[in-house]
């Protein structure tokens, strides 16, 4: 994995789709659910008994996902309730023997792949319905004495049974372009309790394995092995490292799965910006549905996504493939960089113009990128000019700036009084 070619994809496609769909779907109350009420398997039983996400169109969900500018997908192959999402042949606990009768996981991959998004499976190292999965403070039993005393532990027997799956996975499924762990918590103690972390999962074999099945895979950071896609979730870093490879994972309303009664959704402009934010510290932004119980994209996420997905139709090049810049931009802007191309990405519009510091002389081009219309440059040494015969207050407004205006090493534009009718505005900047 050191071969940069095998990374290039990831770098260039910036933007990724997480779809968190499991038996948390029915119960409709956060993906932690079990653990968080406590439930034990028999009563859990009832949303494996009633999984049937009968309008789920895989091909709907690809269409969408391409036309709102993604690049590549993670799937919740499993998630810590255990329930596998495809026909595995190590446990019953499985897709196809609920209603649903048929291998989802299957019919999603080969719909976004069609659609020529790349394929990322999330799978969770936890499992808290095996019934060897050693109980820690996070599994639903961990207050269930009579459970603990009963159930048989045995690390070695789980191992086995990730490695058979994972195999599976790998094999079965075609091309596999990244591999989502989730996730390790060695430091953690509860008192009688303790986490867990790569010798548990047996880390260095899994992942030795994995590269022999699929040899340009990308694994993320969570098998406590301290390499793969560093992948902070629900914030971003406060800056980038270059040649690092990184994502932020980000929920539309702080929960991964369906959240029937969450309706504290971000905005589509605050997404628009964590995106740029993150792109602009050289990282990956990978936003979260969650999908109803019947196969469907809620109608609010929908409206983010497709909102998003417009801005990026038309400012998609200062995204997909760019980095962070080599200068610092201007309060309440960000830089992000392709090449000769710098993108100016104003949150807060300006009134007349703005200020770029330390690239006086050094942009031969400015234009909004929305539209392609020029942007001009400001004459430092004729502040006004032949604006001011038809518009006096240009004059009194350019003054305001006069001094960083009249700094050589800074770039003075004059932007529309109005901000173009767009989530954040962008300004391309072409370097002489």
Partial sequence: ???????????????????HLGLYSVAARHEWVQTLEEINSNDYQKYFDNFNPDLLNPYEWAKDAKRNGFKYVIITAKHHEGFCLWDTQYTDFKVTNTSAGKDILKELIDAFRKEGLRIGLYYSLLDWHHPNFKVDGYHPMRNNDKYIETYHEDMVSYRKYMINQITELLTNYGKIDYLWFDFSYESRNWGKFVGKGSKDWGSEE??????????????????????????????????????ELWETVQTLNNSWGYDRDNNNFKSSELVVKQLIDT?????????????????EWDDQSKKILQEVGAWLSKNGQSIYGATSCDFD??????????????????????????????????????RLLSDGSEIRFVDK?????????????????????????????????????RPPKDLVPVIELTLK
């Avoid at 040494?381 to 009194?396: F, P, S, W």
Wanted: proline share 5%.
């Fill in 329 to 366: 931009a201007p309060n309440n802007c960000c830089y992000t960089q392709k090449g000769k191309k710098i993108y100016l990405h104003i949150f807060s519009w300006p009134y007349r113009t703005i200020a770029l510091p330390n690239l006086g002389n050094k942009v031969a081009f400015a």
């Fill in 381 to 417: 040494k004729n502040i006004g000019g032949e604006r001011e015969a038809t518009d006096n207050l240009y004059k009194e407004v350019a003054e305001v700036h006069i001094k960083e205006a009249i700094d050589p090493s800074t770039l003075l534009l004059n932007i529309p009084i």
């Fill in 1 to 19: 994995m050191e071969d940069a070619t095998l990374k290039e994809w990831f770098t260039d496609d910036k933007y990724g789709l997480f779809i």
């Fill in 206 to 243: 899994l992942e030795k394995i994995i590269y022999e099945l699929q040899p340009d895979i990308l694994l993320n950071d969570r098998l406590g092995l301290s390499r793969g896609v560093k992948t902070p979730e629900q914030f971003s870093r406060s800056k980038g490292m270059k040649g």
């Fill in 279 to 295: 792109v602009s510290k050289g990282g990956n932004f990978t936003i979260n549905v969650g999908p109803t119980a019947r196969g």
